[in-house]
């Protein structure tokens, strides 16, 4: 545990002295919600600032623990990581403590952006607010674990980036967090009603006052985004214990670049 | 009896059809030097992956203070201090908080980590760069530091990975000097190294190429299996180096002892050279570029095992 929390320190000490990545992770969400909203104002519906704030924070947090898991790649480059595998901690530690950090990371830039509530024109109140909270802890934990799980398995960022646009941003855009659910196409709600992440910005959106559809209930749109947290955070550990050696322990060395 | 530090037995592991590593025993006791030297592709890498436990050897075992690896990783991974030939420190972080974050990777917290950090600033020279960000050390400084943070733990096992790699002359001698205290200490230290200046300094050598662990000895008695003297002679005619070799050896007879050729290079082994050098540049005027006496080096053992020299071996073996 004490090898996991000081993994985990690791990455919020490296977040902090990386000023760049403060502003890369919450300034394009921010900027999008604001020209969306302003756009979709008049032409299509007159809340929508409030209704693509919910969808913002997620994205947000989303962002957050991208940066965060993408991180694994640049260990495994760097040469970190080896020193890591070669010591007696367990792959279950290594996985928390990435995950933690990210955790906290997604955290420190997802939680401030509740103070914008009211400026969205929604009404939460503090069991609401608190209530929002809690779930942005299990959501950020989750999509951390995911994008852990996802980083592991791959040589270069740039991997990533392409698993971020095609699968991802696509979660994301399907979440309801874009769109209302009740009004898409048939195969579309279906797609949305199985997707994880829909159930997480249902929570969400109930949380700041906001409707969510029917289907996704309260009780099971946190018992699935908790569900959801267990299983990538499972996946998480299995790519570890599985592929120790990550990408590059199927083809043999050499691994990290040689100065 | 007290086992091994270290023992290889028949240590195999291939990737595809390419074989990296076939049937490599030795074994490295407390308080010894042992430098596994070879050509770059020659399999070093290999095995220190499998030694490190960063890769599961494809046939064979290995155990470190008698724990087999396969059985008590993690028992193993504790007795192991491990220095990468690539950096393995965070560059973001400083000296200290490396040294600390290895500390919690090993399970020591607190005061007894604290004073193992302060004892290994002091050893490594590096009390004044603590608070120091490690990407703003120089390569010898960052050097010392992933030392300091491998025998963080005091393992009893030492593995280091080509550990001049990067280092001026004057540093590579402070780390022949420190594993040599290391050694003195009781700790087993194996290291790789294409080398034949850094293998010189170890107690024994294991030769690698091919995958294979062509000799196993003292530096002395390595080159104590080459007869006596080395004379190498490089021919005027770039490619006339094989009929060169043919004519000393009907000019010569069995007195030139045993005769390779090496690309432009005829090399003869012989008890006694002083008395042999005149009387073979008398007997070829004008034929040689050059003459050279010498007793053996490790680089005429590493020939006379291989047929190859050995940088023509780095080159073809890292050839993709």
């Excluded at chain 2, 300094?201 to 299996?225: E, F, N, S, V, Y």
């Excluded at chain 2, 006694?272 to 073979?280: K, M, Q, S």
């Amino acid at each position: 545990m004490s090898a996991s929390l000081a993994l985990a320190r690791r990455e919020i000490v490296r977040f902090l002295r990386q000023k760049s990545r403060v502003v890369g992770a919450v300034a394009p969400p921010l900027v999008m919600w604001i020209l969306v909203g302003a756009g979709f104002k008049g032409s299509f519906r007159e809340d929508s600032f409030g209704y693509f704030f919910p969808g913002t924070v997620v994205l947000v947090v989303l962002f957050a623990a991208i940066f965060a898991t993408i991180s694994v790649i640049e260990d495994r480059r760097e040469g970190f990581l080896q020193g890591v595998l070669v010591s007696p901690v367990a792959p279950s530690s290594i996985a928390l403590g990435k995950v933690l950090g990210g955790t906290v990371l997604g955290l420190i830039q997802g939680l401030p952006l509740l103070v914008l509530v009211p400026v969205a024109g929604l009404k939460a109140d503090a069991a609401g607010l608190l209530t929002a909270a809690a779930l942005l802890v299990v959501l950020a934990f989750a999509l951390t674990a995911l994008g852990f799980a996802i980083a592991w398995c791959l040589e270069s960022t740039q991997g990533f980036h392409a698993i971020m646009n095609l699968f991802l941003i696509p979660m994301w855009l399907l979440s309801g967090a874009f769109f209302p659910v009740d009004g898409a196409p048939g195969w579309l709600r279906a797609t949305m009603a199985v997707n994880p992440l829909t159930y997480a910005v249902a929570a969400l959106r109930r949380a700041l006052g906001g409707a969510a559809p029917a289907f996704a209930s309260p009780a099971l749109s946190f018992a699935v985004t908790i569900a959801f947290a267990a299983v990538t955070f499972g996946a998480a550990v299995a790519v570890v214990a599985r592929f120790p050696a990550g990408p590059a322990g199927r083809s043999g060395p050499p691994l990290p670049e040689k100065p | 009896m007290t086992p091994p530090a270290v023992e290889a037995r028949s240590l195999s592991r291939s990737f595809g059809a390419r074989a990296a590593l076939t049937g490599v025993s030795f074994s490295v006791a407390r308080g010894e030097i042992f430098a596994l030297l070879g050509p770059n592709g020659g399999g070093k890498t290999t095995l220190f992956r499998i030694l490190a436990t960063l890769l599961p050897p494809g046939a064979g075992s290995f155990s470190i203070d008698g724990l087999d690896a396969g059985k008590e990783p993690r028992a193993v991974r504790k007795r192991l201090g491990v220095v990468f030939q690539a950096p393995s420190l965070d560059k973001k972080l400083t000296v200290t908080e490396n040294l600390a974050l290895q500390g919690a990777l090993y399970g020591l917290s607190g005061a007894p980590r604290d004073a193992r950090i302060g004892e290994l600033l002091e050893t490594f020279h590096l009390q004044d760069r603590a608070l120091d960000l490690v990407e703003t050390l120089s390569g010898g400084l960052a050097r010392r530091v992933e030392i300091a943070k491998a025998l963080l733990h005091a393992p009893p096992v030492l593995l280091l990975d080509e550990p001049s790699t990067g280092l001026d002359p004057g540093a590579r001698r402070d780390l022949v000097g420190l594993l040599g205290s290391l050694a003195l200490g009781g700790t087993a230290v194996l290291l790789t190294t294409h080398l034949f200046e850094e293998a010189e300094a170890a107690h024994r050598i294991g030769i690698l190429d091919r995958g294979r662990l062509l000799a196993l000895d003292t530096p002395a008695a390595l080159k104590a299996t080459l007869g006596g003297d080395v004379v190498a002679v490089e021919a005027k005619d770039e490619n006339g180096a094989p009929a060169l070799a043919a004519s000393i050896a009907s000019r010569f007879g069995a007195e030139a002892g045993r005769i390779t050729v090496v690309g432009p290079t005829v090399r003869v082994e012989l008890p006694a050279a002083h008395t042999f050098v005149p009387r073979l540049v008398e007997a070829f005027p004008g034929a040689f570029k050059s003459v050279t006496l010498g007793a053996p080096s490790l680089e005429d053992v590493f020939i006379a095992r291989t047929g190859r020299r050995f940088r023509e071996a780095d080159a073809a073996e890292s050839a993709p």
